[in-house]
């Protein structure tokens, strides 16, 4: 059975802080890993990964995968109220498996 | 472009009632999906269609049928509700299933 997991379920930090979110993944045909930001509503795209290594960036947040150790980060740097959301990542394996999401809050 | 639309936005069922949720994307995407997200969980994918003309069971089939009616639209149907189906609906579209996928705004779907 594919399994991706997440980590941590939950997270608090304040502005300015830099925060790192983990997913770990056990699935079969691994073919592309995605993450998304949802707040409060239908969760949007932020990064897809194929390739181990290669660092993705969009402004102050980053990712990076791990297809040896089965697994990616993604990176906040200088967190802004703004940021605060539930961050998944997802799995393409034929066909998306999630995970469970981590709520990042950020208090000003 | 209105990207994926999903409706109703709000629906509450008898246990027992059948419904339809309606997807349609204006994308030109190969590929659509359900999901369902309880609270304080992710995504989980009941159906999916890689292509126009096939559909295929996800993590949670069981209670929902599918019809791929076209390219652009997806529909998903509650044949005898169950308050276990009480969740937010999500139908998502995308180029090829290992591409990025873009959400419509969701079902909110209460069984009584």
Redesign the interface.
């Given at each position: 059975e594919d399994k991706?997991v997440?980590s941590p379920l939950s997270l608090v930090v304040h502005e300015g802080d830099t925060v790192t979110l983990n997913c770990s993944y056990e699935v079969t045909n691994f073919?592309?890993l995605?993450w998304y930001k949802q707040e409060k509503?239908?969760?949007?795209?932020l990064f897809?990964l194929?390739s181990s290594g290669i660092e993705k960036k969009s402004g102050r947040l980053s990712s990076i995968l791990d297809k040896k150790e089965l697994f990616s980060i993604l990176n906040i740097t200088a967190t802004q109220t703004g940021d605060s959301a539930v961050y998944?990542c997802?799995v393409?394996c034929?066909?998306?498996?999630?995970?469970?999401?981590t709520t990042l809050t950020v208090k000003p | 472009n209105a990207g994926v639309t999903q409706t109703p936005k709000f629906q509450v069922l008898k246990t027992g009632q059948s419904m339809t949720l309606q997807c349609a994307q204006d994308m030109n995407h190969n590929s659509m999906?359900w999901?369902r997200q309880d609270p304080?969980?992710?995504?989980?994918?009941i159906y999916?269609s890689a292509s126009e003309g096939t559909t295929?069971k996800?993590?949670v089939p069981n209670g929902y049928n599918v019809s791929r009616l076209n390219k652009r639209e997806f529909s998903l149907r509650l044949e005898s509700a169950a308050p276990s189906q009480t969740s937010v609906y999500?139908c998502a579209s995308s180029a090829l299933?290992?591409?990025?996928?873009?959400?419509?705004?969701?079902t909110r779907l209460t069984v009584t």
């Open positions: 991706v997440q073919r592309s995605l509503k239908a969760p949007t795209f897809m194929t998944l997802a393409d034929g066909k998306s498996t999630f995970g469970d999401g | 999906y999901y304080g969980m992710g995504l989980r994918l999916y295929d996800g993590e999500f299933t290992d591409y990025e996928q873009y959400f419509g705004p969701g």
